[in-house]
């Protein structure tokens, strides 16, 4: 993070409501959800499967599914127009004019010419049906540069090169002439960051990329996207479901349930100050070696089916704290410091003194000495 | 890949030469012979026999056959056409058959292609419906109701085409035999076509291709067509096979001059080298259209290009 200059917001998601229509009927997967994001930060979204994470990064990618509908909301990117360059130069931007843009207003040629791998890329959960397999690796790299800035063949080479050593990738001109299927899926990944890279944008989203790989490969992926973030002053957004990513990379967490965010905070108010019950569950169940507990804890029941709307807050049934206005109207966002914010009616003024759950009381006093002692942020 | 190729064509070589000995033992243990004719008596078919050298034992027989066979002698025939080489029977006939076989592989690959993208395209609207209903109906019912169909509607009541086959007009005979052969290879390939190319849209690697912001044409020429083509390549052979088979029945009702008819009249008058000669010639070409797609098939597909050249 470049430490003097003031960061300036680049997205701003604002109330955003989605449904799909489905042969089984309208699936209300995102209800009015927020999000910010500044230059250079990372903002993790978590939450468990169908929660509707990615569906939110698509919408905001201008790469939704042909039967989602936009009901309502903004989705505002902000850049600068004179950032064209296929190299990365902090200078050059200097004194730019910003603009802004409601993704969700633009048209879908619009979006690819300006959003899509220009200034926002994505880098998916799965390198290994990620990659197309029938295209040699140099060709899916230097093909966005080609689309996007028009130079020739022979410089984009080069400059693919450049960029399978900049995601540290050894041999790099005889990987470049492989396809993906001669390749681990550590190294297909970097190519799938490297892909990303390629176009030089402002914002990284990054859908679960580690979910697929083994754990020795992931903290290596994690590094990685964390020392190109820096070098570049790009903003990362990762969609996961993993906290123990979230611990490693994330500034700001987004906790996201049934399409909803129910609490939102940096990353150690999520950690070591958590309101939400589900907020609670989520960091209850991440397996812990220091832990008395024989079992591992798990959420009680499943998430809701978004296809029936329900009254009240959505994770009432699954909540042993539920209290009995849950059942009839959805809490609002109760804020608690400037960053912390948590969707929960235990927020309120009335309701009765609620504490966390005291194992995880333990396990987070736990976590708080060991980063004492390691001098890490967590 | 060329040591695999020419592996291929030494296995091919080997394949069809088992073929014609299956042919000849298949041959000798049909009932009946070409000299049944009730006017001729013993002495005179023991001549015959002698003649065409078929009173010697089978094994002979077939060796001095393939011996011809290299020579480009592929015998006479003892029925149809008394005496006369079959590589001439066959040499006007041939080009006929091949040429109303090739359009009908081209148009229904093309056609059915087409069919399958529009209808993967416009994934449940009234085109992707459409296409189905063509589909079905040309899986569904065989060639032959086809070409009777179209000759009645376009040569006899409308007249745009003749019935049936005439030397004057060569190109506008074959319109219609090439049509009602094609049906079926079209509805296979456009079903197939739909499905793949609809997995093929729903990948990964699409979204990813979608992300770098390439436009719609791009996406689908660069990435979609090669991934869908692939498995397509692979059931178009064996629809050759099926046209073929098709080719015997049509040829007859459009009295084309091929050689599926030439087969058809070899069986029913016990021509041993007609059938001999004419069943080589579609082992060959199916044995040589396999070649031809699994070369392809290394050609537009990586992963197997490398595998054989690590083999």
């Known amino acids: 993070m470049s430490t003097e200059k003031k960061k300036e917001k680049i997205l701003d998601i604002k109330n955003l409501d989605i449904t799909f229509d489905t042969t089984a009927g309208k699936v209300h997967a995102i209800r009015g959800i927020n999000i910010d994001l500044y230059q250079g930060e990372t903002v993790a979204i978590v939450g468990e499967s169908g929660s509707g994470k990615s569906v939110t990064m698509r919408a905001a990618m201008g790469i939704l599914a042909k039967n989602a509908t936009i009901n309502s909301g903004e989705i505002i990117y902000r850049y600068r127009d004179n950032k064209g360059g296929i190299d990365y130069d902090p200078d050059l931007d200097e004194g730019a004019e910003w603009k802004e843009a409601d993704i969700l207003k633009m048209d879908k040629a619009w979006i690819r010419k300006h959003i899509n791998g220009r200034r926002m890329a994505m880098v998916f959960q799965d390198p290994m049906t990620s990659l197309d397999p029938t295209m040699s690796i140099g060709k899916q790299i230097m093909e966005g540069m080609i689309w996007h800035y028009k130079i020739d063949k022979k410089d984009a080479w080069e400059r693919s090169v450049k960029l399978l050593e900049e995601v540290g990738i050894e041999d790099a001109e005889k990987r470049m002439k492989q396809y993906p299927h001669q390749l681990s899926g550590g190294m297909r990944q970097r190519i799938v960051i490297a892909i990303a890279l390629s176009c030089n944008p402002d914002l990284l989203i990054c859908d679960e990329p580690t979910t697929a790989l083994d754990v020795n490969i992931q903290a290596k992926i994690l590094e990685l996207i964390k020392k190109i973030q820096k070098e570049r002053n790009i903003a990362v957004i990762y969609i996961t479901h993993d906290l123990g990513v979230v611990a490693k990379v994330a500034d700001y967490v987004n906790v996201m349930y049934a399409g909803k965010i129910v609490e939102v905070g940096n990353i150690n108010e999520i950690f070591y100050d958590p309101r939400h019950p589900y907020t609670w569950g989520l960091l209850s169940a991440m397996p812990d070696l220091d832990t008395d507990e024989p079992r591992l804890y798990t959420i009680p029941g499943s998430p809701p089916n978004l296809l029936h709307e329900k009254e009240g807050d959505a994770f009432a049934p699954r909540n042993a704290y539920a209290l009995e206005i849950d059942d009839k109207k959805e809490p609002p966002m109760f804020e608690i410091t400037e960053t912390h914010k948590a969707a929960t009616w235990l927020l309120d003024p009335r309701a009765p003194k609620v504490e966390m759950p005291a194992e995880l009381k333990a396990r987070i006093d736990r976590m708080k000495k060991e980063a004492e002692n390691n001098g890490s942020k967590l | ?311």
Request: charged content about 15%; hydrophobic content about 50%.
């Open chain 2, 1 to 311: 890949m060329r040591k695999y190729i020419l592996k291929r064509v030494v296995t091919a070589l080997f394949t069809l030469l088992a073929i014609t000995l299956i042919l000849f033992i298949l041959m000798q243990l049909m009932p009946g012979s070409p000299f049944n004719d009730e006017k001729l008596n013993e002495a005179q078919r023991a001549s015959l026999y002698a003649k065409y050298g078929l009173d010697q034992p089978i094994i002979v027989q077939f060796f001095k056959y393939v011996g011809n066979m290299f020579r480009g002698d592929l015998g006479v025939s003892y029925k149809i056409s008394k005496n006369t080489p079959i590589t001439q029977l066959i040499s006007t006939r041939l080009p006929i058959s091949i040429g109303v076989g090739f359009a009908a592989v081209l148009i229904g690959a093309l056609v059915g292609l087409l069919l399958g993208l529009l209808a993967a395209f416009k994934r449940d609207t009234v085109w992707d419906t459409l296409a189905t209903v063509i589909s079905v109906i040309g899986v569904s019912v065989p060639s032959y109701v086809f070409a009777l169909a179209l000759s009645y509607q376009f040569g006899f009541k409308l007249k745009w085409f003749p019935m049936l086959f005439s030397a004057k007009d060569i190109l506008g005979s074959t319109v219609l035999p090439s049509i009602s052969l094609s049906m079926f290879t079209m509805a296979s390939i456009a079903r197939f076509t739909r499905s793949e190319m609809i997995e093929v849209l729903g990948s990964d690697y699409m979204l990813l291709a979608e992300s770098k912001g390439l436009s719609g044409k791009k996406l689908v020429f660069s990435h979609a067509l090669r991934n869908a083509l692939i498995p397509i390549i692979t059931v178009l052979a064996p629809l050759v096979v099926d046209l073929m088979t098709g080719s015997l029945v049509v040829e007859k009702i459009f009295s084309i001059p091929g050689v599926g008819s030439l087969l058809v009249n070899a069986i029913q008058s016990n021509d041993y080298n007609v059938v001999i000669a004419l069943s080589f010639i579609y082992s060959a070409m199916y044995i040589g259209i396999m070649l031809v797609v699994d070369i392809m098939y290394g050609i537009i597909d990586p992963r197997i290009r490398v595998a054989k050249e690590g083999d």
